[in-house]
């Protein structure tokens, strides 16, 4: 029976709430507020909070959006600007970010740390990613249950885990003050900046716009359908989510801090919580720390196959349908996985780059119903975003930006140097949209 007219109750946000959170938070989420919390040591305060309002604000305002505009994801709010862009804008964002780099990453990095106490042979990478994979596709091929298996059985499970490891480090062990720890150079003038580009950096706001088909399908599924109701519940959910999140990056960035006192600097993050689970837990190190990336990495990897898969049949009916192409991508993440993953990186991170600001503005101009239905506002927002998201582009390449490129992208875009190039063209072109609409309504 539909619920309509009715809103989702508080226990289904927080089901469908978990779920989100599940899916966002993987390995990287774990891991980098740790390596950030060791190098900002005593100012680790205003650099968790300037992470926060960037790595938590942005992939929030992209699922406020999603509600808001009454989208039912990503595909269906780019196809506001020209349905072609649309499809092939959204195919190839869920290819790059999916099956050619972050699910391929879920199955290698849980591997490298979950079993860095084991010598890592091809042949064990090779046996562990068969094992991880057809666990990924038994739950991708029920996509229905996605809500129940992350949001009420795998998300819990993993917190449960990572609360272990956190209370076992932060509630333990001699008194201590945060502002006798060192600092790394760069986090000693401007920390609050440091931890905003940080967070700004993780691009998990695109993450929020292709999980946010997700979490549309899931709040259908509880019987709610009306729009005004699926954008609150939309929200409601996100908001949750979220809050969760800032509460564990802060935990996580005082683990790091912490830790300083025992293990000193570490090379990364990942390193870094090896080392912390280590002095901990002894002999039970290993197997919870397996534990927990098994976890965080399973969830986010079914829900990228998942929602590529579901794009793509929306998309490209006519090839194939969901469950095939969930096959499609399971191969795909799996050769990957096993035979070049750092060559695709390292190309596939360009990309992102480039796409990274378009998905920002799209974003933001759903947040404005008015915006988004005048599709000469996008096209032009969207327009002048372009230039410097090809900037932007060549600046990541794995074979060096070129130099004079550098140099008028320096001279012409402000903030270009900390990846914000394209916000005051974006405000321009929306300023232009917006006289050009007025115009064309008036005639």
């Given at each position: 029976?539909?619920?309509k ?61 999603i ?35 972050s ?21 064990l990478?090779?046996?562990?990613s068969?094992?991880?994979?057809l ?55 401007a ?88 002095t ?29 898969a ?41 990309f ?74 974006a405000?321009?072109g ?14």
């Amino acid at each position: 029976m539909k619920n309509k007219h009715q809103s989702l109750s508080w226990r289904q946000s927080t089901v469908i709430g978990s779920m989100l959170f599940g899916l966002f938070f993987g390995a990287g989420n774990l891991i980098f507020p740790v390596q950030m919390g060791q190098e900002a040591g005593a100012n680790l305060w205003p650099a968790a909070l300037g992470f926060v309002v960037t790595a938590v604000g942005l992939p929030l305002l992209s699922v406020v959006a999603i509600g808001v505009s009454g989208s039912k994801g990503l595909n269906d709010m780019s196809e506001r600007v020209l349905p072609k862009y649309g499809h092939i804008f959204t195919a190839l964002l869920y290819f790059v970010l999916g099956p050619l780099l972050s699910i391929p990453r879920t199955a290698t990095v849980s591997y490298e740390i979950g079993f860095s106490q084991f010598n890592q042979h091809p042949a064990l990478l090779f046996a562990y990613s068969v094992f991880f994979f057809l666990c990924v596709a038994y739950f991708s091929l029920k996509p229905s249950g996605i809500m129940t298996w992350v949001g009420k059985w795998m998300n819990p499970v993993f917190l449960i885990f990572l609360a272990m490891i956190l209370a076992g480090v932060l509630l333990t062990g001699d008194t201590f003050s945060f502002a006798d720890f060192p600092v790394a150079p760069k986090y000693q003038e401007a920390p609050f900046l440091q931890g905003f580009l940080n967070g700004y950096n993780t691009m998990d706001v695109i993450a929020g716009l292709i999980f946010g088909i997700l979490v549309v399908r899931s709040i259908h599924q509880v019987g709610v359908t009306e729009d005004r109701d699926v954008a609150m519940g939309t929200i409601k959910s996100g908001a949750l989510s979220m809050g969760l999140m800032a509460v564990i990056y802060f935990l996580l960035t005082m683990l790091g801090a912490r830790s300083l006192e025992d293990i000193g600097l570490a090379q990364n993050g990942g390193e870094a919580l090896i080392q912390i689970v280590a002095t901990k837990f002894g002999i039970f190190a290993g197997i919870l720390l397996f534990l927990v990336m098994f976890v965080a990495c399973l969830k986010t990897a079914i829900g990228l196959i998942v929602s590529c898969a579901e794009t793509f049949a929306e998309i490209y009916p006519h090839i194939l349908n969901q469950e095939k192409w969930t096959y499609v991508f399971i191969g795909i993440s799996f050769v990957i996985a096993n035979a070049g993953l750092d060559a695709i990186l390292a190309w596939a991170v360009p990309f992102l780059a480039f796409m990274y600001p378009l998905s920002i503005v799209i974003a933001l101009l759903h947040l404005v119903p008015a915006w988004s239905k005048r599709p000469v506002i996008m096209r032009w927002t969207l327009a002048f975003t372009l230039v410097p998201a090809c900037f932007d582009l060549q600046h990541a390449l794995p074979t060096g930006s070129i130099p004079i490129l550098d140099q008028i992208a320096t001279a012409i875009f402000p903030f270009y140097s900390y990846g914000f190039a394209w916000v005051l063209p974006a405000i321009l072109g929306l300023l232009i949209g917006l006289v050009h609409s007025y115009i064309i309504r008036k005639d």
